[in-house]
């Protein structure tokens, strides 16, 4: 599904990824640990092509293509999803009408008819009551006056909609009361497929006790440290990052 | 090749199609020479059969044009007009022979509404809306006229009105807008050719939507239209009026005057979506749009309310205004402005409180890109009689890139104590954050600042009637093509 080789990236002239190694296969959840400052979001930001993370070095293969030239949105139609840490507001907006847009945008690049608005509908019904969440979420702005909570349930919902093939979670956890997170992780484990995969990045392990990954990586000083099961995961939580923090870390 | 598809080819190699409606249709004109003077003034009246009274109202207008400045305080800048440059005068030649129904319309003419998208019979049957095309200068078909006289709802060309009832245009004919009220209404006083006359007797609920679409079309042509609608006690009506003109080098004039009346408890909602020519991306070319609109609420309980969605012309000079003259009267102003390019736009409204308890409402959303300037302009007035004013105003700027600029020029006039004036402004940019949040759904950049643009006009787009909001969302999208990447 995944392969990251050798990936070495910057922000503003700073090397922040000093060679990530990774490899996900179909099917498999992978949790992303490491101290704050370790490169974690710059890390699901290079792999989502955000401008002004540039790539300096090694390869990004997602099923077998190269990403380091794609636009974001084109990487979005290929089914990589991020679920962003901070979700963005967008005034004024409805969040069906937000939410139709990408769906036909993602089906348009990938030469599929479009959905119509009686079809689309259908479809985003189906998907709330599934997730347990409220049409009235739908009419509003997109984040717009949303909690904490409302937003990464809102980011599960996209999720669920687009059906992405590699979802990263950003801090998915951050902000969270632990009936939300709950939910969220409800969300989350019912898209999982042998066919899709997950990459869960998060700070605590508290997170990892709903979403049960395959394998736990710490990341920290811009590299993958360690890579275990989901019992290093248990361990960090014990002894913290403190045998992983260099001079960098904060 | 016909003329049309060469210009339609040219057009095409030129543009890269970016101006949609950028055609011209190949129809023999008859023309008034080029250049202004008395007996250009005199020639349109007698085309237009016009009583005395007209010819010496147009002849005073018109000397009194001669001798006023242009005005100066706006922000928009281009060099001086060279008034001797336009044709004052263009209908398409049938003119003595009317169409007297649609079947009778010059075939192409009805080919270039279809290019506009609005097919006259699809209209008719589809939406419901009776349109009056105003095509260069004089209306060629009214359709839906037949339900409205039922109702006794006038709704025709200026110039027929003016054979039909006569003593209703005399009597409201430039009593918004002074003859001299500026130099561009002026000048539509002494040359105006057509435009609309809407009559809505006492009590009556117009029973649709009532549209014109204008379109200039003759090579320096200057279109001058002018239009009426008048409400009488206890009636309503919605007015929708559209705007494309072909693609040209030279820049063309368009000066257009708009006067409503609305007496007591009767209420006029006028909508506009203004799409003439902006010019090419270095600002060559593209319609003056200096136009004056105003309505007065004369009676008690009265309401006027303008939406505009402005995202054409290479300058547009325009500032919709309510005279809230009526105790209770109610003026509204919704506004959408979009510049791009080299797209100057200096538009704002202007509520004169004068009535007691009369309030006003202004929503303006201006967005600006490219390398384009905008400014919001408004004047809000409370004169010492108007007990118990109200108004709130919210002007919102968006900024797409780092070259174009928004101004806000809010003027508060308040000479009465217990008036309540609020004003809120905003200028923000579409966020790096939006952006890539919504790219990271799929969405394409250009969408997705159409998506936010949108957005940010929900207010404002929501007022437009059903078939015009969906036209104005599209007209967003496309009016800001290539203003990021």
């Not at chain 1, 990936?7 to 490899?23: F, P, R």
């Not at chain 1, 590699?166 to 632990?178: A, F, H, M, Q």
């Not at chain 2, 693609?247 to 979506?273: C, P």
């Not at chain 2, 390019?341 to 704002?348: E, F, L």
């Amino acid at each position: 599904m995944l392969e990251i080789k050798d990936l070495h990236a910057t922000v503003q002239g700073k090397e922040i990824l000093k060679g990530v190694n990774l490899i996900i296969e179909p099917g498999e959840v992978h949790a992303i640990m490491g101290p704050n400052g370790s490169g974690k979001s710059t890390l699901s930001y290079v792999l989502a092509g955000r401008d002004g993370y540039e790539v300096t070095g090694g390869r990004i293969i997602y099923e077998g293509e190269d990403l380091t030239e794609l636009d974001p949105e084109e990487r979005a139609a290929k089914g990589i999803f991020l679920a962003f840490q901070y979700p963005v507001e967008i005034p004024g907006v409805p969040n069906s009408t937000f939410l139709n847009e990408a769906v036909n945008a993602v089906r348009r690049y990938r030469g599929e008819d479009e959905l119509d608005k009686i079809q689309f509908v259908k479809m985003l019904r189906a998907k709330t009551k599934e997730l347990n969440m409220s049409d009235e979420m739908l009419k509003r702005a997109v984040n717009v006056g949303f909690s904490g909570g409302e937003k990464k349930r809102n980011e599960v919902l996209q999720m669920a909609v687009l059906e992405p093939k590699l979802s990263i979670l950003d801090e998915t956890d951050s902000g969270l009361d632990i009936d939300a997170l709950k939910i969220v992780s409800d969300g989350v484990n019912a898209l999982r497929a042998p066919d899709r995969s997950s990459l869960v990045i998060t700070h605590y392990q508290r997170l990892l006790d709903y979403i049960v990954p395959d394998k736990v990586h710490v990341l920290a000083r811009g590299r993958i440290q360690k890579t275990g099961g989901k019992e290093l995961a248990l361990e960090l939580e014990k002894n913290g990052y403190a045998d992983y923090a260099g001079e960098e870390a904060a | 090749m016909s003329a049309t598809a060469e210009t339609v080819e040219q057009v095409k190699s030129i543009s890269g199609e970016k101006y949609k409606y950028g055609f011209v249709t190949d129809i023999a004109a008859d023309k008034a020479p080029k250049g202004l003077s008395e007996d250009i003034v005199r020639f349109i009246s007698a085309k237009k059969r016009e009583p005395e009274w007209l010819l010496e109202w147009r002849l005073k207008a018109y000397r009194r044009w001669l001798e006023m400045p242009e005005p100066q305080w706006s922000k928009v800048q281009f060099p001086p007009i060279d008034y001797q440059q336009y044709h004052y005068y263009s209908a398409p030649k049938s003119d003595d022979d009317r169409p007297k129904s649609l079947d009778e319309v010059d075939p192409e003419l009805l080919a270039t509404y279809e290019k506009l998208g609005i097919p006259i019979k699809e209209q008719e049957v589809l939406a419901g809306v009776a349109v009056d095309y105003v095509f260069d200068s004089v209306s060629v078909a009214t359709t839906f006229k037949k339900k409205l006289e039922e109702v006794g709802v006038i709704f025709c060309p200026i110039s027929e009105a003016l054979e039909r009832c006569p003593d209703l245009v005399r009597k409201y004919l430039g009593t918004v807008v002074p003859v001299a009220d500026n130099k561009h209404a002026c000048l539509n006083s002494a040359v105006f050719t057509d435009g609309s006359f809407v009559y809505i007797p006492p009590g009556v609920k117009c029973p649709m939507e009532l549209s014109t679409y204008f379109r200039i079309n003759e090579m320096n042509t200057g279109q001058f239209e002018r239009t009426l609608i008048v409400a009488d006690k206890g009636s309503y009506v919605s007015y929708l009026e559209g705007c494309t003109a072909p693609m040209r080098d030279e820049n063309q004039l368009h000066a257009a005057v708009v006067e409503l009346v609305a007496l007591d408890d009767a209420e006029i909602k006028y909508s506009t979506v203004q799409n003439w020519y902006p010019g090419d991306e270095d600002g060559k070319g593209g319609i003056y749009n200096f136009v004056t609109k105003r309505g007065a609420c004369r009676g008690r309980n009265s309401k006027i309310s303008w939406t505009q969605v402005e995202t054409g012309s290479a300058i547009t000079w325009k500032y919709p205004s309510c005279i809230l003259q009526g105790d209770n009267s109610v003026g509204e102003f919704y506004s959408i402005a979009i510049t791009n390019n080299a797209q100057q736009a200096d538009t704002g409204t202007k509520m004169i409180h004068l009535g007691k308890n009369t309030t006003s409402r202004i929503i303006s959303k201006g967005i600006s890109a490219g390398k384009s300037d905008q400014t919001y302009r408004g004047l809000v007035k409370i004169s010492p009689k108007a007990e118990g004013a109200r108004n709130y105003t919210q002007c919102d700027s968006l900024l797409i890139g780092d070259k174009c600029g928004a101004h806000t020029v809010p003027y508060i006039e308040s000479k009465n104590k217990n008036a309540i004036v609020e004003h809120e402004a905003t200028t923000s940019t579409i966020s790096e954050d939006q952006l890539f949040y919504l790219r990271q759904r799929g969405i394409p950049e250009e969408a997705a600042v159409a998506l936010v643009v949108n957005g940010f006009c929900r207010e404002v787009l929501q007022q437009l009637p059903m078939e015009f909001a969906v036209e104005a969302q599209k007209l967003v999208g496309i009016s800001l093509e290539g203003s990021v990447g």
